[in-house]
């Protein structure tokens, strides 16, 4: 039995190890792929994730054009030595074939674009857990707009996906977003109150691995007792980790750096705080191809000194 | 055949025995682990919930970050002998593993979080009554908003719920919640009618066990005849224990109280009331890890004296 | 070959007798059960409906405490020689044990609270006519919110429900209730307009037994040619019933009525105007157990005079 | 392969020939005992048609009490040789066993109250075409509401029909009704605007047999290129009657017109249009029996002049 | 695998080839059959649409009312030797017949009037992919209104179709047409911006060709970084093409043109951009049948140009 101790939220959480988790066989295959026969190979997570494409338009691939075609992130991948990639049913089918076997693939079965606001956001399914199967995934992605007004059909069509999940052995990665109108209204999707409360619920819908972002402070208009919270950012960042319970927690890149040393430095504060690894996409894909790769070996240098 | 006698507010209503109710044979051996093997061990129940995570917010931790780790609510319902441990699907898979039998599980198999309003609240499925006998449970929970404007599709999933229950020998547990904006509008959610209608509402659905809240007095928006009624507390008590007719009830505990002997006080009242038992958990898990233990056993020794 | 007669609206119309109705065996073997086995016994139906709890809440009872114990009205229903007592999943499961043979069952399968309001009524079902069928029911009871602005989905969910009905011979009885916006709009639910519609639709839609209301004068708000129809409430009821074909139409009882005379006054009144019976809900259940059984006998002693 | 003329809206277009059409054996079966086996048995239809008590209510049926009850219209249907009578499943249910096998059935699946207004007008399914099936149906009816705001379901629950009709090989008569706010705003559901465009629809989307009206002239609501069309009815009538391809079509004969005449000359219309038949209810079954009986004879001697 | 080079947005994208696609062989062996056994048989795509009677009304043939009988166009497609002819079911059930195995189909799945406006575009699918394999064709089409406020369900309706794609291994092509109330407020349907956005939610969802149409040029409402670009038609053709990445592009013909000339440079600015080829609909039928069987020998030429 776990022991119970008067946690502080100064000290880091422990990260979950996969042995302390109570998942199926299938699941904890799949995750040791992730975990020891990728990436750092220490436990540890480098997602690489490619889905801006429908996420945010062609518009995300403007800084670098080589990264419009799929197979620069595949390449970058597989020569970074990334834990997994992460994208959509259409890029999965139409460019695996050249390196299936050679890095796990993390099926985002969920996805829309930004023309229209997020007032109402909805994460639609395009694709489904069998997909992911048949295409030899070693998880699957999908994305929950925390507190959305259309939670209802968004926390159903969830729970319906990790019943797949458990039937099929797939491990379930959850893009955990704070969105839409009513979390606008409470300080918006970045606060400290919005990602941890998106921390929560991921452990609480099941999720065995989690996308967050790094959690800004909680301004004035969010709920207390997080408005009055006066916190560092690694102390934020802890707190999110710990609210995750015993879900993997990855944290996310955000939008392009030109900076080298601060995506390194972000990644150090990252793993500092017990997230499991980081998630970065345009900080990687957005820099030609031989700085990516480069810049990737650091990161991997920084998470060799996290080992589960 | 029941004799009917005329019954006056003024007396508790007699308690429903499990052996008086006609349910199916897998419902009564579960209802049983939970009146008879577990708990007070007499009929009566003390159950632990720990839904907050998800409908309120990590927030809600707050007063004892301990308890953010769900190891603390398992280990006190392992030590304070709960009748059972309510919690959602994310966290009974995730820590269930080390408690295994020595707990019974309530799978809450609906929740929602709180960002949005209340105005057109639904509370949405995000497991099943499948997940629920895989994983052992003893009983599922569910949230219906009784009143809600959105009671049409509320109504028809907690139908098909309880069908999957009868099916499965499943026990329904119903968090039985008026919410939204027409109850609002008819004086609250917490008044004698607001509660009273959802103690009836819970017995014309099917729910073996209803949880309920203390029912405040009526106020002027509240429709008549509750309007013009004034009755002291423990007979609005005992009159929607009697409006849930042969359905189970249990009494939340509520926001957290430091005061124990307040909390002592109202477990007594609510056993006054006709009352299976109660539901307690800020008030629980809020509490130091042995305050919360040494607390718990003064209520089993109040228990004690409600025998079926 | 039914004969066609140039039939005036001051005839009755004459009632539709089980052997003239072209329905499958399951259905007859259960109509018969109805109309012959129990109650008047005479092809006439004498109903008691206790769906008021879900529908109106437990204010309903608080003229008669006593009734708010389902008992009660399963014993009125057996010692007052009933045709067949109405209500909900809930209640049923679990009061029916004692009294099963004794008293058909209409199980009503669809119902919601009145706490919002009726503009886009909705009536959903919580229970299957497969419920019914496990229960020993004889008949399920549907509502259908008649000119509702969703009828598109209240429409086409009753449709699945009569399918089943057919599937497995189980007789529809339906509550053809005008409600919502439009209807309000039109002069009200309880108009003539409004009755006779609701008893066609009743017809159109495939019900074997229909609930209507005694139909209140046209107002000006009705559309022609109701709203310059000058009836006599006896014409009107004939009218209805008229108007519901072959479908067997039973006259609700409405809010209690303290006078006996008035009562009894109002079902020669339906059954003169060729309805097959009736359905008294609040007008037995909310007298004393003696006077209602009394005042049942009453009953029982005009519907003698109408024979099929 | 069919010859390619430049056709000009002057000549009628050639009423499409059972043998010329492209469908299965149970089709065909089944439009032969419309067009061949019943009615004018020459390959035109006369359909009696007897949905306006659930479309209009009983209001419709105050101009001839008797028509009330539907052994009226069948006997009609049976008496005039009419090729079919097409009413909802209620009345089939009832009212069919007389006259098994002497009227072919067209079983009307959809259906709708006119309580609410049209503005997002939707037809509700509340049989099957397997009840269709299971009665002995010779086709089913379909309401489609043409350019309602809520074409999105309308149009897919259509879908989800027609591939039910080619299972079972079940002919697909459409009610193709322009209806709803838009159509409104661009000229209203009787244009010729407005049913151009229906008789299209209704080949686009698989129907067999379509039901349009006279369309009446275009107004200066309606888009170019109609608004500036300036054709005689018998143009109209050709236009739309080319637009239906290779659906057969029918002209519904709308309200009541109290001379035979008239009646007589609207046939003579319609068929000289290229339609393969008409479809008059009120126009018959509000006459007395035995006038509407002689009417559909005169309709029957002008009907012979357009065999196949 | 395959080569990254950085690429200028000057260079026109090597069109994807057959044998570089990853898809099932049941998908190979159709889209064989539509580059290599059709049309010009040299990998190019020459494809006849005929949707705009269900999507437009009949007013779009009112300039060749020849063309109202499909017959035109399939003939047409047949002497025009036309890699496919694309239509909806309606059409496909009643004309093929003549045709079969002359002229490939794609049949169109979903599709809508345009009588109500666009704000909240759908386009609900009205056949099915099973449908496709019964008439025996070669791809389904499949519209996806791309940033429409329900893109929600549109996206998850898709997604289903392309799983029965898969299964029964027939290609996918998407007309992925920006539209809806939000795309109007960033500039419109037609611009770059738009159009880009749809080609990579083409590659997204898994399309395996894609209609998009010639994009204008960004406006001051569309988002940046279109918003400052001002790139030549070529460039912009071929910019949406590369964002289309492994799916086959295909430019509309859009409304008719009057002169030859234009048409054929239209062919030769599309083909050079990368495109695989053309779908022209109304600047074919709307000529008449020998001057559009001319004109289609004429793109027939210049195709024969850009052999894969």
New interface residues.
Partial sequence: ??A??????REAPARPSLSS???SHGKRVRLWRLLYAHGPRNGTLLVLPLDQ??EH???DF?PN??A?????AF?LAVDGEYSAIAL????A???????AGRIPLILKLS???N???DDEA?S?????VE?AVRLGADAVGYTLY???????????R??RV??EC?RLGMPLVLWSY?R????EA?GGKGTL?AQ??A?????????DVVKLHEPEPANERC????RSLREPAPERLR?VV??A???LVLFSGGSKQDDDAAVLKKVRLYMDSGATGVMFGRNMWLR??DRAVALTRQVHRIMAGYPA
């Fill in positions: 039995m776990a119970v101790s008067p946690k502080r939220s988790l109570s998942i494409g429908l338009g062609p518009a403007f054009p080589a419009l075609d799929t197979d620069f390449r959509g049913i259409g890029l089918e139409k460019y695996m074939r050249d390196y996805g829309k674009t023309i229209p606001d909805v639609p399914p395009n694709a489904s997909d925390v507190g959305s007004p259309r939670q209802g059909s968004e926390i159903r969830l729970g990790r019943q458990e704070p839409g109108r009513a979390i409470k109150y941890d409360y921390a929560r619920v991921a452990e609480e819908v099941g999720a709920p207390e007792p997080y707190r710990r609210s319970g015993k879900v030609p191809f």
